[in-house]
């Protein structure tokens, strides 16, 4: 069955860096487009980048120029490097496999704070 484990999370200071991965299973991983949502308490799951299976890519304005997401179709993984992060990028962040049905991670925390 589909399986997505993201990883990388934790407790990071504003200004500095986190890179995270989401490891592919149970199905063909360059055949899918990919991407990254985050949802911070009390507000809505939001899209934060995708990358298409030819590797281009879109960010929400939020993460544009400090957030770059990319792929690694040999090891089934994609992976979210966040810099110059702050404390409003403190959420949950889901990987979510593109397509007609849906699947997700289980999620990782990622937390901004001094």
């Known amino acids: 069955q589909v399986q997505l484990v993201e990883s990388g999370g934790g407790l990071v200071q504003p200004g500095g860096s986190l890179s995270l991965s989401c490891a592919a299973s149970g199905f063909t991983f360059r055949n899918y487009g990919m991407s990254w949502y985050r949802q911070a308490p009390g507000k809505e799951r939001e899209l934060v980048a995708v990358i298409s299976t030819s590797g281009s890519t879109n960010y929400a304005d939020s993460v544009k120029g400090r957030f770059t997401i990319s792929r690694d179709n040999f090891k089934n993984t994609v992976y979210l490097q966040m810099a110059s992060l702050k404390p409003e990028d403190t959420a949950v962040y889901y990987c979510?496999?593109?397509?007609?049905?849906?699947?997700w991670g289980q999620g990782t925390q990622v937390t901004v704070s001094s």
């Open positions: 979510r496999r593109l397509g007609l049905t849906n699947y």
